[in-house]
């Protein structure tokens, strides 16, 4: 059974994790997406795929999401590499090595956005995160969203029965559009190796985002799951045989001494 963690972010709110220990202190952080949770489907099988092997692993709700405290936000990059490197701090006072960071989805821009900022993690993996966050907006918000945003300062997304679900402001939404996946890419350290994965058929990001950050990662490999959509519905074994080898590999790379994390 996994182990309730709770780690007080730099905002002293309260993250809440569970953490598939293993004797190794080895661990890989997963970070869910979007509206999401740990308890993600894709969150508790990896999880579960890398304690069978075992590789340590801890899935976390960020800030406003799942069980964790504080308000939900949209577009909150900043704030959710804040709460990662809170979760890296932590397992470090422990004497526990994160060898590797996981995201689906939005996650997927926030572990490579950490790695672009912190160089201490020796990988990372993005699963069907967004090359282009300029895009999507507009798909998901409606073509007036700037007019309403200027007019009102905010837009509440609702549920069908009427109530406010979320809050979109003008403030997060020019977060999104000033958050650079291109440059962050750019950044990240040439001995930091990457995985990327999608689903030929992903509904809500575009395949060539997979492409795209193909041609600027360093150290790179890139997957494609044929027939996969985003979430991965129908293809959970095939991301887990996806992901598993390479971390198996970083982990025994690491354990060997045959590479160092920066």
Not at 14 to 28: E, F, I, K, Y
Not at 82 to 92: C, E, H, N, P, T
């Given at each position: 059974m996994p182990q309730k963690v709770t780690i007080p972010n730099k905002h002293g709110k309260?993250?809440?994790?569970?953490?598939?220990?293993?004797?190794?202190?080895?661990?890989?952080v997963l970070c869910h997406g979007f509206r999401s949770t740990k308890d993600y489907k894709i969150m508790v099988n990896l999880a579960v795929a890398l304690e069978k092997e075992g590789i340590s692993a801890f899935r976390f709700d960020f800030c406003g999401n799942g069980e964790s405290?504080?308000?939900f936000q949209i577009c909150n990059y900043s704030d959710d590499v804040?709460?990662?490197?809170?979760?890296?701090?932590?397992?470090?006072g422990l004497k526990r090595s994160t060898i590797a960071l996981l995201g689906h989805s939005k996650g997927g821009d926030v572990?490579?956005?950490y790695a672009s900022k912190y160089h201490d993690i020796p990988a990372v993996i993005n699963i069907s995160g967004r090359y282009d966050l300029k895009r999507g907006i507009e798909e998901w918000f409606g073509k007036?969203?700037?007019e309403r945003l200027k007019k009102e300062g905010y837009i509440d997304v609702k549920t069908k029965t009427g109530e406010v679900e979320y809050?979109?402001?003008?403030?997060?939404?020019?977060?999104?559009?000033?958050?650079?996946?291109?440059?962050?890419?750019?950044l990240i350290d040439a001995n930091c190796r990457s995985l990327t994965v999608y689903g030929s058929a992903d509904d809500l990001v575009p395949l060539e985002d997979a492409t795209e950050f193909a041609k600027v990662l360093p150290n790179h490999q890139l997957k494609i799951i044929q027939g996969a959509n985003h979430g991965y519905t129908s293809h959970q074994h095939e991301l887990v045989s996806a992901v598993l080898p390479f971390l198996k590999e970083i982990s025994t790379t690491l354990s060997t001494g045959q590479s160092s994390s920066t």
């Open positions: 309260n993250l809440v994790g569970l953490l598939h220990d293993t004797a190794s202190p080895q661990l890989v405290e504080g308000t804040d709460d990662l490197r809170s979760v890296v701090d932590y397992f470090v572990v490579l956005l007036d969203i700037w809050r979109v402001t003008e403030e997060s939404m020019t977060e999104r559009l000033n958050t650079d996946m291109h440059q962050a890419c750019l």
